[in-house]
């Protein structure tokens, strides 16, 4: 059993949320399943970043954005792996690259082209979980890329497809898809399935939980992405082909 699950940045913003995401991680581990993780920058780490970047030089070439953007997701990765190794589990991070991620060269907007799963395969053949830094792939030419904000659903979806992955689990800081945004809106209503085309149109409306090309590459490739919140045990949301 193949498990690919992602962890958002607000569910790894500081130290006990990292160990509480690395918990569930190792308790899939412990049932004997292999497990892919895949981690978003810390909190408003790519927001601070983002920043950081436009004070120096608010026309920076996209190309050393992306250099510099990916650096936050490649942060958690490390500190992921760690937190699963002192919980005495072998693990080991992957940039999108080492992960053998490879995109089109659109910078900040890039689309994954094709995943080479050696790299993975052998970490997880030797016993290991493999944590990916999300967002973030090699473009043909041999820079680094992201995926556009919200990216590293994508990198899940698009992992679970070229892996083969039973289940793929976006865990993030709601617990699952509601019809409105639940944070603004007291009354939202959570779906306890919803189509990929419906999913779709909240997305295009403004639903920000699922970046929307995961949805499609789910569509393209019939996985089936459950939404669940990192901090409580509740169901969450199933997001697949219509019943
Ligand atoms: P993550 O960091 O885990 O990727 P995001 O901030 O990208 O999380 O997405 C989760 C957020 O999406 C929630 O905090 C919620 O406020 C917002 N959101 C907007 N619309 C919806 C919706 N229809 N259903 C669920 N969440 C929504
Ligand atoms: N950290 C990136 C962003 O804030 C990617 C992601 O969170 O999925 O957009
Ligand atoms: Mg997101």
Redesign the pocket.
Known sequence: MLIVQKY????LADEERIFNAARRVTRLAQQGAQVVVVV?AQGDTTDDLIEKATAINPRGAAREMDAYMAAGEQLSAGLMAMAIGSLGYPAVSLTGWQAGIVTDDVYGNARIQQIRTERIRQELDRGKIVVVAGFQGISPGGDITTLGR?G??TTAVALAAYLQAQVCQIY???D????????RYAGATRYGRISYEKMLR?IEN????LHDRSVELAREHGITVEVLSAFTGAPGTLVGPMQ
Do not use: E, I, K
């Open positions: 958002g940045g607000t569910s978003s919200g590293s659903d993030t800081d709601v699952g898809v509601y019809d409105r945004d639940p944070r909240l403004g639903a920000q939980v």
